[in-house]
């Protein structure tokens, strides 16, 4: 399905051209290599306008999802006004035409207060875990605090997407969650990577590798989660996006959303 959705979109948009920022050709090739890269973001204004929306909801208690783990905003694209700015950023999307060599798709968002959690309770996602959406994908974690091991990192298994690496380790066709233990035996504790970071900064990952969230022991965890492909598999609430913001576009930006639904 990846080949032929890819193949359609470089028919209608073509292929794009590689990028000659050098910064830009590193982050694809690390994605090829070891299935995520971490950006340093100096400028960070959006990431703290979206943290001021999302403690505007919170407080307002405008909110999808409530739970001992977390806190969840519904549809983000369409109900916060600083995450189309992040979704069409113009360095990361560089980096996605170079991974997946046509035009990338937005097929959906998720932003998030991970709560503090020091006892032994844990939710699917702090458990090693891949995500199977689609055979190729990636997501983009937007860090809107500082974030360091006592405050959940996001944590990757390095090459732990490649089929052909994986195929005989453990759980690739298996949904269930995998403890630090089972994944170090296969993998390596090396290959384990806790990505602490900065506010403002950015993960790309291909999160059909393995890899979790830790828990929030001292400090919560603001993020924006953003998933492209190069198609909508159909599954869940279909993409939506305002008119207001879609119609103030450029015809370029206007193709990351060729699977949402326009909504008035």
């Known amino acids: 399905m990846f080949k032929q959705q890819q193949l359609v979109r470089q028919k209608k948009y073509g292929i794009p051209e590689k990028s000659s920022k050098t910064e830009v050709v590193l982050a694809t090739e690390l994605l090829n290599i070891v299935g995520y890269v971490k950006i340093i973001n100096q400028n960070h204004d959006l990431q703290d306008s979206l943290a001021t929306e999302l403690q505007e909801k919170i407080d307002n208690k405008d909110l999808y999802i409530t739970n001992e783990h977390f806190l969840m905003v519904g549809n983000p694209l369409y109900s916060c006004d600083s995450v189309l700015p992040l979704v069409i950023n113009s360095t990361v999307l560089s980096i996605l035409k170079g991974f997946f060599q046509c035009e990338p798709v937005y097929v959906g968002s998720n932003l998030r207060r991970s709560l503090l959690n020091s006892t032994m309770m844990t939710d699917g996602t702090t458990n090693f875990h891949r995500d199977r959406e689609y055979l190729k994908f990636l997501k983009v974690f937007y860090y ?12 990757y298994v390095k090459n732990s997407f490649n089929f052909d690496l994986t195929q005989n380790h453990v759980g690739y066709n298996n949904p269930k969650h995998f403890t630090q233990a089972q994944i170090q035996q296969a993998y390596g504790l ?6 602490t970071a900065k506010k403002g900064d950015i993960i790309i990952a291909n999160t059909s590798g393995f890899h979790k969230g830790l828990k929030c022991e001292t400090r919560i965890r603001d993020m924006l989660t953003i998933t492209y492909s190069v198609f909508w598999n159909g599954k869940g609430g279909t993409p939506t996006i305002h008119s207001s913001k879609f119609n103030n576009l450029s015809q370029i930006e206007k193709r990351i959303f060729d699977f949402c639904e326009i909504i008035k």
């Open 144 to 155: 809107l605090n500082d974030v360091d091991m006592n405050g959940g990192p996001f944590t």
């Open 190 to 195: 090396d290959s384990i990577i806790n990505l």
